[in-house]
């Protein structure tokens, strides 16, 4: 009867809020502690209890009042941080506010008119009578800064959500306003030996303070990417600077909270199912808000040599030391993270939760399957783009397959499911960024013997064969969604080619059934772009045959096999009446590649990327389809390998042809709209030049100029040499052998040579990703979008005014 008494009375309260006409003073010390001082409320509570009908009607009706609610909350959170939460009764008060504070704050953002309200000064929102380091008075900080400031402190809260260090003798009970926090980092790992004992009230009490967190945090869920992307965000911007103290422990609790959790534990089968696993909850809400904090312009953290983060000094010497590098502390401590046992408890840790939904065991259901694997993706991403040192740490040993194949299997299981197209993005970006390093290439050499719940073919080979046979499900999976991705996936296999030592027989056909399919001409005719995929095709080719002949029979037999392709691409008719012919038929089957016009439809009708827990549906607007009708040169920059391995810079060239007379092959960039603007990280810019795309396409058709303009630049002269001297020598075989077992063909392949026969090798071209404005923006969207689905118990964020990205309830 207590707990429905509490709900009773809390409900009551919010009733006199929603009816007072008049404001209520903030000295009403009696009103107000009914929201906070005598209940015991959950926060499922709160959000069942605070309808958002409500919320809304207050800050239209009343807004003195709600501005009232929020700040004397806040105050009670800095009281709170003040005094340490030395009793229950305080921390019961304290987690209340924060679980009040998590239901409105998101009505406060939604309207315009409200948002710069927690950057004002609000009278007795402060700590009265306090000075900060600097000696101001924190009565005149504005209330986002009070708010961020004594979340911080509570975060390290001795008995609270900290182990106490104390003795038990009340007279040494800790001052929490001069405690380091450095000695109370929650896990061991970077910057920190000591593994404080597992306590799940502290685990529970962290999770509902980050949850504040990540809400205050996520105004930018309620601006237009415009908006958003232009302005930083300014929660992040200071909860993140040198204003708090706890910027260093905090990123290293964060981050080593998420890199030592291990959801199996050890092994116990269905344990998930017997105990409640609360550390889980807390790596969530730790995962999500490190890729919220580690916001800023992509690869300026790493552009120049920072001065190394010292993670063997004791934690409050690393914080003494001077800042080097970006304004944002977590991005700056992330980029400087160097010594190989931090690298490798953070490549490990990641590792062991990606693969966790791969884990197998005889007993169905009977491990745990943890479902931040997205979330881990963006952090992953970040990780490698801000820490150079993390990435070539990653590829330097085979430590990095550990992070490919269950990217692979993501990308398999996600291949045919529209709702998870973003998934698709972030693992292909991903896997674009490490294949422009030839450690990559080098690595995938490896074989694969894993055994990975996968629908696809058995075949006995290397990382490499896995990643062609998964590439090759998903561009002929027939989803036209994934269809802006295939210059995507051709580029990683480009640039991972001159590298791969032994293709099987399976990735071998994959290969030549790609190179078949995109060389019809109904396919090349169809759309302004589709012949660079081609273009793609024969670079892998001419890279593995002028590079790795010796141990790819498999490749040379399947080619020759093949060679029909080959000669019908030579000879591929560029007449006017022809590709008439050849139109007039794809119109009745009605099978193309899609163009701009059908994605801009598809784009309209389908979601994007959506999840749905219970009845909630979300889809983002900007999906990177937007960013791709300008080719892939857009996100990538050319680097030739020269002699001693260094990369040298290839300018731009203006055609596949100029690229292929010098590398082998094409790049991707369109014939129009080749400037060196800006590219405008605006979804309404995005979507303007695809509608202009669109019409340009749609009045496009293809025509004899145009087919001889990339025809007689197709690099097919390593292939064609090789047919020359290769299919007479095993015709020849055949005959006199009387040969029909292609084992014995194999055989040969194997012991032949083709030094001194083909052309003079041409240059290595890798295309490496390079960040721009727009795919930033993407990532940015795709991220938040994630953690609005995710945050579904309590729905935080739920039928509230989202902008960034677009919401569907079904």
């Given at each position: 009867?207590?707990?429905?008494?509490?709900?009773?009375?809390?409900?009551?309260?919010?009733?006199?809020?929603?009816?007072?006409?008049?404001?209520?003073?903030?000295?009403?010390?009696?009103?107000w502690d009914q929201f906070w001082a005598d209940t015991s409320t959950t926060v499922q509570d709160v959000f069942a209890l605070?309808?958002?009908?409500?919320?809304?009607?207050?800050?239209?009706?009343?807004?003195?009042?709600?501005?009232?609610?929020?700040?004397?909350?806040?105050?009670?959170?800095?009281?709170?941080?003040?005094?340490?939460?030395?009793?229950?009764?305080?921390?019961?008060?304290?987690?209340?506010?924060?679980?009040?504070?998590?239901?409105?704050?998101?009505?406060?953002?939604?309207?315009?008119?409200?948002?710069?309200?927690?950057?004002?000064?609000?009278?007795?929102?402060?700590?009265?009578?306090?000075?900060?380091?600097?000696?101001?008075?924190?009565?005149?900080?504005?209330?986002?800064?009070?708010?961020?400031?004594?979340?911080?402190?509570?975060?390290?809260?001795?008995?609270?959500?900290?182990?106490?260090?104390?003795?038990?003798?009340?007279?040494?009970?800790?001052?929490?306003?001069?405690?380091?926090?450095?000695?109370?980092?929650?896990?061991?790992?970077?910057?920190?030996?000591?593994?404080?004992?597992?306590?799940?009230?502290?685990?529970?009490?962290?999770?509902?303070?980050?949850?504040?967190?990540?809400?205050?945090?996520?105004?930018?869920?309620?601006?237009?990417?415009?908006?958003?992307?232009?302005?930083?965000?300014?929660?992040?911007?200071?909860?993140?600077?040198?204003?708090?103290?706890?910027?260093?422990?905090?990123?290293?609790?964060?981050?080593?909270?998420?890199?030592?959790?291990?959801?199996?534990?050890?092994?116990?089968?269905?344990?998930?199912?017997?105990?409640?696993?609360?550390?889980?909850?807390?790596?969530?809400?730790?995962?999500?808000?490190?890729?919220v904090t580690l916001e800023h312009e992509a690869g300026s953290a790493t552009g120049s040599a920072l001065q190394a983060l010292?993670?063997?000094?004791?934690?409050?010497?690393?914080?003494?030391?001077?800042?080097?590098?970006?304004?944002?502390?977590?991005?700056?401590?992330?980029?400087?993270?160097?010594?190989?046992?931090?690298?490798?408890?953070?490549?490990?840790?990641?590792?062991?939760?990606?693969?966790?939904?791969?884990?197998?065991?005889?007993?169905?259901?009977?491990?745990?399957?943890?479902?931040?694997?997205?979330?881990?993706?963006?952090?992953?991403?970040?990780?490698?783009?801000?820490?150079?040192?993390?990435?070539?740490?990653?590829?330097?040993?085979?430590?990095?397959?550990?992070?490919?194949?269950?990217?692979?299997?993501?990308?398999?299981?996600?291949?045919?499911?529209?709702?998870?197209?973003?998934?698709?993005?972030?693992?292909?970006?991903?896997?674009?960024?490490?294949?422009?390093?030839?450690?990559?290439?080098?690595?995938?050499?490896?074989?694969?013997?894993?055994?990975?719940?996968?629908?696809?073919?058995?075949?006995?080979?290397?990382?490499?064969?896995?990643?062609?046979?998964?590439?090759?499900?998903?561009?002929?999976?027939?989803?036209?969604?994934?269809?802006?991705?295939?210059?995507?996936?051709?580029?990683?296999?480009?640039?991972?080619?001159?590298?791969?030592?032994?293709?099987?027989?399976?990735?071998?056909?994959?290969?030549?059934?790609?190179?078949?399919?995109?060389?019809?001409?109904?396919?090349?005719?169809?759309?302004?772009?589709?012949?660079?995929?081609?273009?793609?095709?024969?670079?892998?080719?001419?890279?593995?045959?002028?590079?790795?002949?010796?141990?790819?029979?498999?490749?040379?037999?399947?080619?020759?096999?093949?060679?029909?392709?080959?000669?019908?691409?030579?000879?591929?008719?560029?007449?006017?009446?022809?590709?008439?012919?050849?139109?007039?038929?794809?119109?009745?089957?009605?099978?193309?590649?899609?163009?701009?016009?059908?994605?801009?439809?598809?784009?309209?009708?389908?979601?994007?990327?959506?999840?749905?827990?219970?009845?909630?549906?979300?889809?983002l607007v900007a999906t990177p389809e937007c960013f791709y009708p300008l080719g892939i040169d857009k996100i990538t920059a050319?680097?030739?390998?020269?002699?001693?391995?260094?990369?040298?810079?290839?300018?731009?060239?203006?055609?596949?042809?100029?690229?292929?007379?010098?590398?082998?092959?094409?790049?991707?960039?369109?014939?129009?709209?080749?400037?060196?603007?800006?590219?405008?990280?605006?979804?309404?810019?995005?979507?303007?030049?695809?509608?202009?795309?669109?019409?340009?396409?749609?009045?496009?058709?293809?025509?004899?100029?145009?087919?001889?303009?990339?025809?007689?630049?197709?690099?097919?002269?390593?292939?064609?040499?090789?047919?020359?001297?290769?299919?007479?020598?095993?015709?020849?075989?055949?005959?006199?052998?009387?040969?029909?077992?292609?084992?014995?063909?194999?055989?040969?392949?194997?012991?032949?040579?083709?030094?001194?026969?083909?052309?003079?090798?041409?240059?290595?071209?890798?295309?490496?990703?390079?960040?721009?404005?727009?795919?930033?923006?993407?990532?940015?969207?795709?991220?938040?979008?994630?953690?609005?689905?995710?945050?579904?118990?309590?729905?935080?964020?739920?039928?509230?005014?989202?902008?960034?990205?677009?919401?569907?309830?079904?």
């Amino acid at each position: 009867m207590g707990n429905a008494d509490t709900k009773l009375h809390f409900r009551k309260a919010v009733i006199q809020l929603t009816t007072k006409t008049q404001p209520v003073e903030a000295t009403d010390d009696a009103f107000w502690d009914q929201f906070w001082a005598d209940t015991s409320t959950t926060v499922q509570d709160v959000f069942a209890l605070v309808p958002a009908a409500e919320i809304r009607a207050v800050r239209e009706e009343s807004p003195s009042n709600l501005a009232t609610l929020c700040y004397k909350a806040v105050e009670r959170l800095v009281q709170g941080a003040d005094s340490g939460c030395p009793s229950e009764k305080e921390r019961q008060i304290v987690l209340n506010c924060t679980r009040l504070l998590t239901r409105i704050l998101p009505y406060i953002f939604e309207d315009a008119d409200w948002r710069g309200f927690f950057w004002s000064t609000v009278p007795g929102a402060g700590r009265a009578g306090h000075l900060d380091e600097d000696g101001i008075d924190d009565e005149s900080r504005p209330l986002a800064e009070s708010l961020l400031l004594a979340i911080s402190d509570l975060l390290f809260c001795p008995d609270f959500t900290a182990q106490s260090h104390k003795k038990n003798s009340p007279d040494t009970a800790e001052d929490i306003r001069s405690i380091d926090s450095c000695e109370y980092i929650w896990e061991a790992g970077v910057g920190f030996a000591q593994s404080p004992p597992l306590n799940y009230i502290h685990d529970i009490n962290r999770t509902e303070l980050l949850k504040l967190l990540l809400t205050c945090l996520s105004e930018a869920m309620y601006l237009p990417p415009s908006s958003e992307s232009k302005n930083p965000n300014p929660w992040v911007t200071f909860f993140c600077s040198s204003e708090n103290r706890h910027a260093l422990p905090l990123f290293t609790s964060l981050l080593n909270v998420v890199c030592a959790y291990d959801p199996v534990g050890y092994g116990i089968p269905y344990n998930h199912l017997l105990f409640s696993d609360h550390r889980e909850q807390l790596v969530e809400q730790a995962v999500q808000i490190l890729i919220v904090t580690l916001e800023h312009e992509a690869g300026s953290a790493t552009g120049s040599a920072l001065q190394a983060l010292d993670t063997s000094a004791a934690p409050s010497e690393v914080e003494e030391q001077e800042p080097a590098g970006p304004d944002n502390l977590f991005v700056n401590y992330l980029s400087r993270i160097h010594r190989e046992e931090d690298l490798s408890f953070i490549l490990k840790g990641l590792g062991r939760l990606m693969n966790n939904p791969l884990v197998q065991t005889y007993l169905p259901r009977s491990t745990k399957k943890i479902q931040f694997h997205q979330e881990l993706l963006i952090l992953f991403w970040k990780f490698c783009d801000f820490n150079k040192k993390f990435l070539f740490f990653v590829l330097k040993s085979s430590d990095v397959l550990d992070v490919l194949v269950p990217i692979l299997f993501s990308l398999n299981d996600a291949r045919a499911d529209p709702s998870r197209v973003g998934l698709m993005h972030i693992g292909v970006f991903i896997l674009l960024l490490l294949s422009g390093e030839r450690n990559f290439g080098v690595r995938l050499n490896k074989p694969f013997t894993l055994h990975v719940p996968m629908d696809i073919p058995i075949f006995t080979g290397t990382h490499a064969d896995l990643l062609i046979v998964i590439f090759h499900k998903i561009t002929t999976s027939g989803h036209q969604r994934l269809q802006p991705l295939f210059d995507c996936l051709l580029t990683i296999i480009v640039n991972i080619s001159p590298y791969l030592k032994s293709l099987s027989m399976v990735a071998a056909n994959k290969l030549l059934h790609l190179l078949e399919a995109f060389t019809t001409p109904w396919f090349l005719f169809s759309s302004q772009e589709n012949h660079h995929l081609v273009f793609f095709l024969l670079e892998v080719f001419n890279n593995i045959i002028q590079y790795q002949f010796d141990g790819n029979s498999n490749l040379v037999y399947a080619i020759i096999r093949k060679r029909n392709v080959f000669h019908q691409l030579a000879n591929l008719p560029s007449d006017t009446a022809s590709i008439q012919r050849v139109l007039q038929k794809k119109k009745k089957s009605g099978i193309s590649r899609t163009n701009s016009t059908e994605a801009e439809s598809i784009e309209r009708s389908r979601p994007a990327d959506s999840v749905e827990p219970g009845t909630l549906k979300a889809s983002l607007v900007a999906t990177p389809e937007c960013f791709y009708p300008l080719g892939i040169d857009k996100i990538t920059a050319k680097s030739q390998v020269s002699v001693d391995g260094t990369m040298i810079t290839v300018p731009t060239s203006d055609s596949p042809a100029d690229t292929s007379a010098v590398g082998g092959a094409s790049d991707t960039e369109s014939n129009s709209e080749r400037d060196h603007e800006a590219y405008h990280s605006e979804s309404e810019a995005a979507r303007s030049r695809l509608s202009s795309a669109s019409s340009s396409s749609a009045a496009w058709s293809a025509n004899t100029d145009w087919v001889l303009s990339w025809k007689a630049k197709l690099p097919l002269q390593t292939i064609m040499r090789l047919l020359q001297v290769l299919v007479p020598q095993v015709e020849k075989i055949c005959i006199d052998k009387g040969l029909t077992d292609e084992s014995e063909i194999l055989k040969f392949l194997q012991h032949g040579t083709l030094v001194g026969l083909l052309p003079v090798p041409h240059p290595i071209l890798i295309r490496k990703y390079q960040a721009n404005a727009g795919t930033a923006m993407w990532f940015r969207t795709y991220m938040w979008g994630v953690i609005y689905l995710r945050n579904v118990d309590p729905p935080i964020w739920y039928d509230t005014d989202i902008r960034l990205f677009e919401i569907q309830r079904i």
